[in-house]
């Protein structure tokens, strides 16, 4: 598992649902109206990690922006992750790109190397760890990671966001948000 990192940064948009019991370390920004659940896991070990509005990270998720020295020897990276993904129970992820409309279904796991456009999904059990850029809407499935692109982007999960937003915090302690989160984009 990843060392502990010393010290935590964490600023939470407006309308965020985060856990206390989520386990967050480093320099992390959580995007507005993001869910995180209890037990998850976001660790930004090599650099600061940016999730962006709507996503939804469910329990025994883990989002490790891991350290791993360049052959320059520098370690800084930045994670970076869109908005209206889906992190499934269990699912285990290290790509520093992200970008928009993903799901990464349960016990899933995305290597550091592996970069996902938008509207892709990775199915249950399902491992990609080699170093490409996933083309956009793209499908891999079942135990042999069978690829596919899909005509349409997998639907949003606003509703059972919103669902969520209303009944985490009558059974769970909450981090507060920030007060001023920073514009991600200019």
Same mark, same amino acid.
């Given at each position: 598992m990843a060392e502990k990192v010393a010290k935590s940064n964490v600023k939470i948009g407006q309308g965020a649902v985060v856990c206390a019991e989520s386990d967050l370390q480093g320099d992390i920004t959580i995007g507005a109206k993001t869910v995180v659940h209890p037990k998850a896991t976001i660790i930004a070990?090599? *650099?600061? =990690?940016?999730?962006?509005?709507?996503?939804?990270?469910?329990?025994?998720?883990?989002?490790?922006?891991?350290?791993?020295?360049?052959?320059?020897?520098?370690?800084?990276?930045?994670? =970076?992750?869109?908005?209206?993904?889906?992190?499934?129970?269990?699912?285990?992820?290290?790509?520093?790109?992200?970008?928009?409309?993903?799901?990464?279904?349960?016990?899933?796991?995305?290597?550091?190397?592996?970069?996902?456009?938008?509207?892709?999904? =990775? *199915?249950?059990?399902?491992?990609?760890?080699?170093?490409?850029?996933?083309?956009e809407n793209t499908v891999i499935y079942g135990s042999n990671c069978n690829r596919r692109v899909q005509s349409d982007r997998p639907p949003t999960q606003a509703l059972q966001l919103e669902f969520l937003a209303k009944i985490l915090p009558n059974y769970h302690h909450l981090r507060r948000p920030t007060k001023t989160l920073p514009k991600l984009n200019p």
């Amino acid at each position: 598992m990843a060392e502990k990192v010393a010290k935590s940064n964490v600023k939470i948009g407006q309308g965020a649902v985060v856990c206390a019991e989520s386990d967050l370390q480093g320099d992390i920004t959580i995007g507005a109206k993001t869910v995180v659940h209890p037990k998850a896991t976001i660790i930004a070990e090599a *650099g600061p =990690i940016i999730i962006g509005d709507y996503n939804l990270i469910e329990e025994q998720s883990h989002i490790i922006n891991k350290k791993v020295t360049d052959a320059d020897g520098s370690t800084m990276c930045v994670m =970076i992750i869109g908005n209206h993904n889906v992190f499934e129970v269990g699912s285990y992820v290290e790509a520093l790109k992200i970008g928009d409309g993903n799901v990464l279904e349960a016990k899933c796991k995305l290597g550091r190397l592996t970069e996902l456009t938008n509207g892709c999904i =990775i *199915g249950p059990m399902c491992e990609v760890n080699i170093q490409e850029t996933l083309p956009e809407n793209t499908v891999i499935y079942g135990s042999n990671c069978n690829r596919r692109v899909q005509s349409d982007r997998p639907p949003t999960q606003a509703l059972q966001l919103e669902f969520l937003a209303k009944i985490l915090p009558n059974y769970h302690h909450l981090r507060r948000p920030t007060k001023t989160l920073p514009k991600l984009n200019p």
